[in-house]
């Protein structure tokens, strides 16, 4: 199976590149990790300038909370919340914006703001019109397994299964398979023996050619596993299963925390590049 390299916005990640490293701004308060939410215009932005200090590579915004049990939000809100950070992000940085969202007139709005990637958790099942408009705009997508809700693939077997069905709709609508990454899907309510699986399996994701994203960031399963309630806590068991995922061959790493999980990635890339002794 030969490498796999595709253009996320105007970066290229896959093998042989570095791990990119995407930064997270949460606009709903209903996030799981509420030092993620940014409640006015200014903390985001300046949320956003730290990241990009401490090497985000991809900015990720988001305007409703995918955690289970979220309240709804209309698209006019949605919209209304992520339209002028999006601007801002573009006006001040020369870097890659991604909109998480499963709405086709969220990311109309977010591409004529400046987003050239969407990070779409139903794996464009959710908007019958998503796959065209990606196609449309030729901007970048992500791509989440995902059945009758995001995230609710529990074996790998079914992951694999959601994620091909997903690059046959984005291909099917004509979306180059050089502008698709596929993420499996952490967290969203599954038992957290899945997401152990998922980690444990994540090379067997090659077999889709498509380079891999990984949302682990303080999520449930770590907490599960450490005896951790509060996402506060999880920091470190988040770089331990991280360090196993870069080991496994993950290309983007979605975090709240982008100093210390670029150390993580330099201090696992330097081990890995010594040759052991004999």
Known sequence: MGSM?????????????????????????????????????????????????????????????????????????EKRRVATIIRQIAQNWDVPISIDTQRTQVVQ????????????????????????????????CVLMAAGNRPGDRATFH????????????????????????VDPGIGFGKPFECDLE???????????????????????????????????DRLYGTLAALTISLQKGVHVVRTHDIRATQDCVKMVNALMSIKESE
């Open 5 to 77: 390299q595709v253009q996320l916005g105007c970066i290229t990640v896959g093998d042989r590149e570095d791990v990119a490293v995407m930064g997270i701004i949460n606009l709903d308060p209903y996030s799981f990790y509420s030092p993620s939410y940014f409640a006015s215009q200014k903390e985001a932005i300046s949320a956003t300038k730290r990241m990009i200090e401490e090497g985000a590579d991809i900015i990720d915004v988001g305007g409703v909370s995918t955690a289970p049990g979220s309240p709804e939000v209309s698209v006019d809100t």
């Open 109 to 140: 709005t977010a591409i004529r703001y400046g987003a050239t990637i969407v990070n779409d958790v139903s794996g464009l099942k959710h908007d019958p019109d998503m796959a065209k408009t990606i196609q449309d705009s030729g901007v970048s």
């Open 158 to 181: 079914e992951i694999i299964l959601a994620l091909q069905e997903s690059l046959q709709i984005a291909l099917s609508a004509g979306i180059p398979s050089n502008h698709i990454v």
């Open 198 to 232: 998922i980690l444990r399996n994540l090379r067997r994701l090659r077999v889709l050619e498509q380079p891999i994203l990984l949302g682990l960031s303080r999520k449930h399963f770590i907490g599960k596993v450490l005896g951790y309630s509060s996402p506060q």
